[in-house]
């Protein structure tokens, strides 16, 4: 079975565009939740999907938000990048919504100039 | 204070030691997620549970719910096991994480 894919990779913007990140996750993985880790805060809850709904949300701007689709492949978007939003975003999928047992993508690390 | 701490935050020992992660947090919570952080960021899930103890190799993982610690014991480390370990907690359906801890085993 195939593991959790994000792409791209590595990714670097000017401030003040915006960005998308995708996430495909395990087949038959309905959950997917979404990570920021920064050398400064360690790593941050951003937002869960389940079922093409946002079920939960951390402490993040508004400039943060995403999607997910039928298929359940979600993708995240950053809105006016700031210099602090330099970080290793991951995503995780999992069987069933609520933090439970998770399966992480090899993240996408985006640098911010 | 942060609602999860770990302890050490940087641990170095020899091949073959037993190793001991600490984890305490302060809030109430359903269950708490043990993690693997290799360099190059990817995250591997060891364990989730929620009371009493796994066991899963050479790794152990042990909850007191009451007392509100957990801990990661490693059995006769190797040099393969070095990485940061993050403990994570989850309260309202969400993760929160600990700081990490940078473990490196020698040869």
């Known amino acids: 079975k195939a593991g959790v894919t994000q792409t791209p990779r590595y990714l670097i913007k000017t401030r003040g565009q915006q960005v998308t990140l995708s996430c495909s996750p395990i087949?038959?993985?309905?959950?997917v939740s979404w990570y920021q880790q920064t050398p400064g805060q360690g790593l941050q809850f951003l937002f869960e999907y389940f079922s093409e709904t946002q079920r939960n949300k951390g402490n993040f701007p508004g400039r943060f938000s995403g999607r997910q689709f039928s298929n359940s492949r979600s993708e995240m978007n950053v809105s006016t990048l700031e210099l602090g939003d330099s970080a290793l975003y991951l995503c995780?999928?999992?069987?069933?919504?609520?933090?439970?047992?998770?399966?992480f993508g090899p993240g996408t690390r985006l640098t911010v100039t | 204070k942060n609602e999860v701490e770990q302890s050490p935050q940087n641990l170095t020992a020899q091949e073959g030691e037993f190793i001991t992660i600490n984890c305490s947090y302060s809030?109430?919570?359903?269950?708490l997620h043990w993690l693997q952080q290799h360099p190059g960021g990817g995250i591997v899930s060891l364990f989730m549970?929620?009371?009493g103890k796994k066991k899963h190799g050479r790794l152990i993982a042990t909850i007191n719910i009451q007392e509100k610690h957990s801990s990661l014991h490693i059995t006769a480390s190797h040099p393969r096991d070095s990485a940061v370990y993050i403990c994570?907690?989850?309260?309202?359906?969400?993760?929160?994480f600990g700081t990490g801890t940078r473990l490196t085993i020698i040869p």
């Open positions: 087949s038959g993985h309905r959950s």
């Open positions: 995780a999928s999992s069987l069933v919504r609520g933090a439970s047992e998770q399966y």
């Open positions: 809030v109430g919570i359903s269950a």
């Open positions: 549970l929620s009371s």
């Open positions: 994570a907690v989850v309260g309202n359906e969400k993760l929160t």
